[in-house]
């Protein structure tokens, strides 16, 4: 059941490029990567785009599909029409490289502003006990394999470039999310969750869960529990009037560290 | 030339992946400046992909499980070709480097008691893979990227800036290591990004760049696996050993065609999967092989009792190494009882309830149910062997992972001897990490006692490597490398594939001679920047490199071992148990020739019953005053 289906591929770089045509076949069972590559060994040998496990392991092969962010791995060629006009973009939200190929920085900068866990300094390793039950909130938002489509997503930045410096996107939120609910992490993330990563840019419209390839709850179970601490820490007046006698009332907070350059 | 960019590092480390990283972290602990370079972006090296666990003996689901009995499973499954010290000091090390992680950050899966829990696998006595559910190879990756974000910031709190002890060159490919008077001096590399290149000069280099597996067409290998550390080690002037030994996962995808290769982990058939053939038997209770048969069931009744009461019964023979269970599946497919796609069926859905395997498999079940449009929970898989790992790699010591070539290190799947013959799953995430550690401690001693005189980086040297990467660009009407590439892997699987013969070999090694002009004459299309077809073009002369070392060994081995089986020779022979073979370059070529193994220590030798020491060693090498 060979076709040739008709494709358009953004070709170009960040300064200037164009939606380019071509028809390509298509067999059985295939996924949008394996029409790229076929482009690639058959039309376009230059075509520029990144991928590796080839089964959504990786998230290395984010693209726009007809506007979709997709993995392109995981989509499937029989979700389309045979006649219909496939259009492949790079991911928006970041300034392209070459082709489909853009540049992620943005997501490693924000990463390493991220504190580190931090477990109790007297806790030897081989030590560690943790109920599975505890580890299983965290262990979710482990299951990220770094795609980037909810922070391509997130019109906080997809709209406003200029909030790329204040916010870290849902991946970034996510991920202190994550150590916040760590069993035996002891630093007190709810200052730098709002003061660097921009917690409160986000107002919980689900798009960055609905792309999520791993089909992780990122606003539901990371990003609103996280919000929701913040609050409670801001406005329980019990808590702020205590907070004034008691520095160290509650975990260490570390002072935020900015990136050089 | 003026303007190339340059940098000077104590150490660089080529490949981000398990042992890569776990490197680069114990180099930057001991006080060095560290590049770790990588193919691809940080945090998307192939040891994403693995998905059962790492193989520590920690005795959290059963204390009855030791380093000795790891020791004994590992030289088992190897079939007593690994280096016996490596294989010591893995088992040795694997739990510290485990518990290490979870102070890193990683949430492993859980016992009711709250310590890691440990899951069952092919070959392993006792469960013993530490897991997260059937993604643990993401967990180590991330946890490692992770701690090397936590140096970095350990760095800026002291220096002001991130990367004044660790940067990370992400989707930069060293295509030539820079060796001044037998030692190594430096790399020499490009941007994928903008073709520009770059020098590295460093005294030690540390070689953490994964497998071969592009070199054949049904494998579970990301396009990164072209076996460029074995070719760098090998043109430097170093060694790789058994190279004869690559290991066909015995369960990867067969439908559809796209998809073919892609790996289905091996904790299917840990948590309880079957095989079974067209006409619905179980074989492999017909493939117990004689070396195994006191540890497997013979019966179906007694193979799924084992699962609850592993006291008193055996392990089903689906969890036999994978060398055995990959050639019993080819046999079924030869002797026509395959599935209608060429594979055998795996099947979990009568094993497990729905909801038990969504929770312990996920990602299998997401992968099955997105790209084969098949419910594992309701039905079988078609499952076949595929290019999964090379066990021979560059020859190193085995404590400090040096190799022939002084300042060149490797850990990780590049790397030789571990692993024998065949590598037990959840082994290789322990490698990583016992060996990725012991290799930056090793470049870290080494570049101590080098004190102040390292090797230079001579302008020629630089000027050759350019030369050499840019040639591609200069070749007019040449051959299209995704062409020459298809024809590699092709030739690569059909001739020094599962099953192998002399014949076939050698005509493989002739089609090899005629593939070196070829990829001479690959050509190139459009600029340096972002070109995945001149990086395919560099490529390619590793992968041939890699495939003549391949076939030479693999035709010089007249016996069937582990994850080399020859038609003509189908018997293990404990001559040639004492043998590696070494492969090394000359001319444009690939020379090897025959090394004796060391004795095993007579303490490690005594872990062995005599009688199992006599299925697989020769009367002289059989502990003193036994005559049992």
């Given at each position: 059941?060979?076709?040739?289906?008709?494709?358009?591929?953004?070709?170009?770089?960040?300064?200037?490029?164009?939606?380019?045509?071509?028809?390509?076949?298509?067999?059985?069972?295939?996924?949008?990567?394996?029409?790229?590559?076929?482009?690639?060994?058959?039309?376009?040998?230059?075509?520029?785009?990144?991928?590796?496990?080839?089964?959504?392991?990786?998230?290395?092969?984010?693209?726009?599909?007809?506007?979709?962010?997709?993995?392109?791995?995981?989509?499937?060629?029989?979700?389309?029409?045979?006649?219909?006009?496939?259009?492949?973009?790079?991911?928006?939200?970041?300034?392209?490289?070459?082709?489909?190929?853009?540049?992620?920085?943005?997501?490693?900068?924000?990463?390493?502003?991220?504190?580190?866990?931090?477990?109790?300094?007297?806790?030897?390793?081989?030590?560690?006990?943790?109920?599975?039950?505890?580890?299983?909130?965290?262990?979710?938002?482990?299951?990220?394999?770094?795609?980037?489509?909810?922070?391509?997503?997130?019109?906080?930045v997809r709209d406003h470039e200029e909030n790329k410096t204040t916010f870290s996107g849902p991946r970034f939120l996510m991920r202190i999310a994550e150590l916040d609910m760590h069993p035996l992490d002891t630093v007190d993330r709810r200052k730098v969750a709002v003061d660097d990563h921009g917690l409160g840019y986000c107002n919980i419209t689900k798009c960055c869960t609905e792309v999520c390839p791993e089909h992780i709850h990122i606003t539901d179970n990371a990003l609103i529990p996280l919000k929701e601490r913040v609050a409670d820490k801001r406005y329980d007046p019990i808590f702020s009037i205590a907070s004034l006698f008691s520095r160290s009332k509650d975990k260490r907070s570390p002072a935020p560290e900015t990136p050089k350059g | 030339m003026t303007d190339l960019e340059r940098h000077s590092f104590d150490v660089v480390v080529i490949g981000a992946g398990g042992a890569g990283l776990r490197a680069a972290i114990e180099a930057r602990l001991q006080g060095k400046t560290v590049a770790i370079v990588c193919k691809s972006l940080f945090g998307k090296a192939h040891t994403v992909m693995a998905e059962g666990g790492i193989a520590a003996a920690m005795g959290n689901v059963n204390s009855k499980d030791n380093w000795q009995v790891h020791f004994r499973d590992t030289m088992r499954g190897g079939k007593f070709l690994n280096s016996w010290r490596m294989a010591e000091l893995h088992a040795k090390e694997a739990p510290q480097r485990v518990w290490e992680l979870e102070t890193y950050g990683a949430l492993f899966d859980r016992t009711p008691d709250g310590k890691i829990?440990?899951?069952?696998?092919?070959?392993?006595?006792?469960?013993?893979?530490?897991?997260?559910?059937?993604?643990?190879?993401?967990?180590?990756?991330?946890?490692?990227?992770?701690?090397?974000?936590?140096?970095?910031?350990?760095?800026?709190?002291?220096?002001?800036?991130?990367?004044?002890?660790?940067?990370?060159?992400?989707?930069?490919?060293?295509?030539?290591?820079?060796?001044?008077?037998?030692?190594?001096?430096?790399?020499?590399?490009?941007?994928?990004?903008?073709?520009?290149?770059?020098?590295?000069?460093?005294?030690?280099?540390?070689?953490?760049?994964?497998?071969?597996?592009?070199?054949?067409?049904?494998?579970?290998?990301?396009?990164?696996?072209?076996?460029?550390?074995?070719?760098?080690?090998?043109?430097?002037?170093?060694?790789?050993?058994?190279?004869?030994?690559?290991?066909?996962?015995?369960?990867?995808?067969?439908?559809?065609?796209?998809?073919?290769?892609?790996?289905?982990?091996?904790?299917?058939?840990?948590?309880?999967?079957?095989?079974?053939?067209?006409?619905?038997?179980?074989?492999?209770?017909?493939?117990?092989?004689?070396?195994?048969?006191?540890?497997?069931?013979?019966?179906p009744e007694e193979g799924d009792r084992w699962y609850t009461d592993p006291e008193h019964n055996r392990r089903p023979p689906e969890l036999l190494p994978r060398d055995e269970v990959a050639r019993a599946i080819n046999s079924e497919v030869k002797a026509g009882r395959g599935t209608p796609h060429g594979g055998v069926y795996l099947d979990v859905s009568t094993r497990l309830p729905a909801d038990v395997i969504k929770k312990k498999l996920p990602s299998m079940w997401h992968q099955f149910k997105e790209l084969?449009?098949?419910?594992?929970?309701?039905?079988?898989?078609?499952?076949?062997?595929?290019?999964?790992?090379?066990?021979?790699?560059?020859?190193?010591?085995?404590?400090?992972?040096?190799?022939?070539?002084?300042?060149?290190?490797?850990?990780?799947?590049?790397?030789?001897?571990?692993?024998?013959?065949?590598?037990?799953g959840g082994n290789s995430l322990s490698d990583l990490l016992v060996f990725g550690r012991r290799a930056g401690l090793g470049a870290a001693i080494y570049v101590d006692a080098l004190g102040g005189s390292r090797p230079t980086v001579t302008d020629e040297m630089v000027a050759d490597a350019e030369t050499e990467a840019l040639a591609a660009f200069h070749v007019e009407g040449g051959e299209n490398p995704y062409t020459i590439h298809a024809d590699l892997q092709q030739t690569m699987n059909d001739l020094v594939g599962i099953i192998r013969t002399e014949s076939e070999m050698q005509e493989a090694l002739d089609r090899l001679e005629g593939f070196k002009e070829r990829v001479r004459r690959a050509s190139v299309q459009g600029g340096r920047a972002f070109n995945p077809g001149w990086h395919l073009a560099l490529d390619l002369k590793n992968m041939l490199l890699v495939s003549e070392a391949i076939a030479r060994s693999a035709l010089e081995r007249q016996e069937s071992r582990g994850g080399h089986t020859r038609d003509d020779y189908p018997v293990m022979s404990p001559d040639w148990r004492q043998l590696n073979i070494v492969s090394r370059t000359e001319g444009d070529g690939v020379a090897i020739y025959r090394q004796p193994l060391s004795p095993m220590r007579e303490d490690l030798l005594e872990l062995f019953d005599v009688n199992e020491l006599k299925k697989y060693l020769t009367e002289a090498e059989l502990p003193k005053g036994e005559h049992s």
């Open positions: 059941m060979t076709y040739k289906a008709k494709f358009r591929v953004w070709r170009g770089d960040d300064d200037s490029g164009d939606l380019v045509s071509y028809e390509v076949d298509v067999n059985e069972g295939e996924v949008v990567l394996d029409i790229v590559h076929r482009l690639q060994a058959t039309q376009a040998p230059d075509l520029a785009v990144r991928w590796n496990c080839k089964a959504g392991k990786c998230g290395s092969c984010s693209a726009e599909v007809n506007g979709r962010p997709r993995l392109m791995c995981m989509t499937r060629m029989n979700t389309f029409t045979e006649d219909e006009v496939i259009t492949i973009t790079p991911m928006r939200t970041f300034p392209v490289i070459r082709d489909l190929v853009t540049d992620v920085s943005y997501n490693y900068t924000k990463a390493r502003m991220v504190p580190a866990f931090a477990p109790p300094a007297d806790l030897e390793p081989g030590d560690y006990r943790m109920a599975q039950v505890d580890v299983e909130r965290s262990q979710e938002f482990r299951k990220c394999i770094e795609c980037f489509m909810c922070n391509n997503v997130c019109h906080a | 829990s440990q899951r069952n696998f092919g070959g392993h006595e006792y469960p013993r893979l530490a897991h997260v559910g059937d993604r643990s190879g993401l967990e180590l990756i991330r946890t490692l990227q992770q701690k090397i974000v936590s140096l970095q910031q350990e760095d800026f709190r002291e220096t002001g800036d991130y990367q004044s002890k660790i940067k990370i060159f992400a989707e930069v490919t060293v295509t030539r290591l820079l060796v001044n008077d037998g030692r190594i001096a430096g790399a020499y590399a490009y941007y994928r990004e903008t073709g520009d290149f770059v020098l590295f000069e460093a005294p030690a280099v540390v070689l953490a760049t994964g497998g071969i597996g592009k070199t054949f067409k049904v494998t579970s290998a990301s396009w990164e696996y072209t076996g460029d550390g074995h070719a760098l080690a090998m043109r430097a002037g170093a060694t790789t050993l058994n190279m004869e030994f690559i290991q066909f996962h015995p369960t990867g995808m067969v439908w559809p065609l796209s998809v073919k290769g892609i790996l289905v982990t091996e904790s299917v058939r840990g948590d309880g999967g079957i095989l079974t053939n067209s006409e619905g038997k179980r074989f492999m209770f017909d493939y117990i092989p004689d070396v195994f048969k006191a540890q497997y069931a013979t019966t084969a449009d098949v419910d594992i929970t309701k039905e079988p898989m078609e499952v076949g062997p595929t290019c999964h790992y090379v066990m021979g790699g560059v020859e190193v010591d085995p404590d400090t992972e040096q190799t022939k070539l002084p300042g060149l290190f490797a850990a990780g799947e590049v790397s030789g001897g571990m692993h024998g013959s065949n590598r037990l």
